[in-house]
């Protein structure tokens, strides 16, 4: 009996370790000159999620630069996009929105109908849209990201990795930094409604200045955020976090020591290797016959516990290195 009890309390041990070090994958660095401070698994393939919308704004941002659509055309909604899944504005057959609705609907509330319009709108379809998407994500250095639609929706082909996602923040940054303020709007109003947005980490982190959030059972809670302390830029990445709330706090605590400078420089996101390393997890339980669960009502779930852990947190750093 001692000899079981032993072995029991052993495996029980080891699987509590194993749980506190759960997967995932990650990269923190410096907006300025592209430095790593920080990474886990980062050439690891995975499923993006909702961060693939970050690419489709990346397209509709370079539209606009081209003078190809106007932030105020207006759009109409095909049968496809009414058809999306959770998460979505609610939009109806033929319904009009403009570009301009669109892209705050995708940075605020993940809409997946309001996505589908604005790829359709550039590319006629959402397949002709994604492979675009790919084309582009290649001629950006995003050499292990594959697309297969616009919103993230689970597809098996469809691939990322968090060194990839943290070079596409990078490039939008830099190439559209007239659009790239959107990314820190946290409300909208649509038909006579307010719409807040479900980025926690938006809303509370000091300096932050947005990009997405994204989830499916594959994926588990991605994350990308941008930040600016004292004069200086970090861009950060979580990928299969395994709770709303765990993804919030490995970011909080990446941008925390980032800006607290307990980081040294790895590599450079631009001479850092590319290969990808083996297949995507299949991160949550979940993911048997499941196909995508609306953002929001995971975000809510853990706001008001998860908005004070990140409060504390950002708190007690800035008073270490005060």
């Not at 790593?36 to 941002?61: D, G, I, N, R």
């Not at 705050?104 to 359709?120: F, G, K, M, P, Y």
């Not at 297969?148 to 940054?173: C, E, F, S, Y």
Request: aromatic residues 8%; hydrophobic residues 35%; charged residues 15%.
């Amino acid at each position: 009996m001692k000899l079981f009890l032993l072995t029991f309390n052993a495996i029980c041990l080891l699987l509590v370790s194993q749980t506190s070090q759960a997967r995932h994958a990650a990269i923190l660095i410096d907006a300025e000159n592209g430095n790593v401070l920080h990474e886990v698994e980062a050439t690891q393939s995975w499923y993006p999620a909702s961060l693939t919308k970050m690419m489709t704004l990346y397209m509709t941002f370079d539209a606009l630069n081209n003078r190809q659509i106007h932030l105020h055309d207006t759009m109409h909604t095909s049968h496809h996009a009414a058809r999306q899944p959770n998460s979505r504005l609610g939009l109806h057959y033929n319904e009009r929105i403009t570009v301009e609705e669109a892209v705050l609907a995708i940075v605020t509330r993940s809409a997946n109908d309001a996505t589908v319009v604005l790829a359709e709108h550039l590319a006629v379809t959402e397949d002709n849209f994604a492979i675009r998407m790919t084309a582009k994500a290649h001629s950006l250095g995003m050499y292990n990201t594959y697309f297969m639609n616009a919103t993230g929706l689970p597809n098996d082909w469809q691939v990322t990795t968090a060194r990839d996602m943290a070079l596409l923040a990078l490039k939008i940054q830099r190439n559209f930094p007239e659009y790239y303020g959107y990314f820190a709007t946290h409300t909208m109003s649509f038909k006579g409604h307010e719409l807040n947005g479900i980025n926690k980490f938006t809303a509370t982190y000091e300096g932050a200045e947005g990009m997405k959030t994204g989830f499916t059972c594959n994926s588990g809670y991605n994350l990308v955020s941008s930040a600016r302390q004292n004069g200086r830029r970090l861009i950060g990445v979580i990928l299969g976090g395994h709770t709303s709330g765990e993804r919030y706090d490995l970011m909080v605590n990446q941008m925390n020591h980032g800006f607290g400078g307990d980081y040294n420089v790895l590599t450079n996101i631009f001479t850092m290797p590319t290969q990808s390393a083996g297949l995507p997890p299949h991160q949550l339980g979940c993911a048997s016959g499941a196909v995508h669960e609306p953002e929001e009502e995971h975000h809510n779930k853990h706001h008001r516990h998860t908005t004070k852990r990140m409060k504390l947190k950002a708190h007690r750093v800035r008073h270490i290195h005060s």
